[in-house]
C-alpha cells in the first residue's frame, strides 16, 4: 500500500508524544472499541514506569511481517499510522466491543 500525504511519519508520532528517560516514562496504546469490521482507533498515552501508579496493561509483541504488507489504523489526532498487516489483524483481534483497552505494543510504542 502506498504512502499518502494523510500518513503520520513515525517520527512525527514520536514528536506528538514525547517520552523523557530521566522521568522514566513510557507510551501506552489505548485501543478504542469497535466491531471487526469498523476502523481501527488508538490514542497514546505517557505513563511514568513506577510501581504505585503503573495503569494495568497488556503487552504485544512478535514478529510483525515484511515492510510491505502494510494497513492504515487512526490516531486520536486524526492522523492515520502504517503499521504490518501482521499488526493490524492482531488488534483487530485484541479490541474489545465495549470498552478501551490499553496495550503496550513494541512496534508502536517504541520509536
Given amino acids: 500500500m502506498a504512502t499518502s500525504a494523510d500518513d503520520q511519519a513515525a517520527g512525527g508520532l514520536y ?65 492515520r499510522m502504517l503499521v504490518t498487516d501482521n499488526l493490524f489483524n492482531a488488534l483487530r483481534r485484541l479490541r474489545r466491543k465495549k470498552r478501551e483497552r490499553l496495550l503496550w505494543v513494541d512496534a508502536i510504542c517504541i520509536n
Fill in 15 to 79: 514528536d506528538h508524544v514525547p517520552i523523557t528517560a530521566e522521568r522514566r516514562e513510557t507510551r501506552f496504546l489505548s485501543l478504542s472499541p469497535g466491531t471487526w469490521d469498523s476502523e481501527i482507533n488508538i490514542r497514546l498515552q505517557v505513563h511514568a514506569l513506577n510501581r504505585w501508579e503503573l495503569p494495568r496493561y497488556e503487552a504485544l509483541s512478535y514478529t510483525w511481517g515484511t515492510s510491505s504488507e502494510r494497513r492504515h489504523v487512526c490516531i486520536d489526532d486524526g492522523a
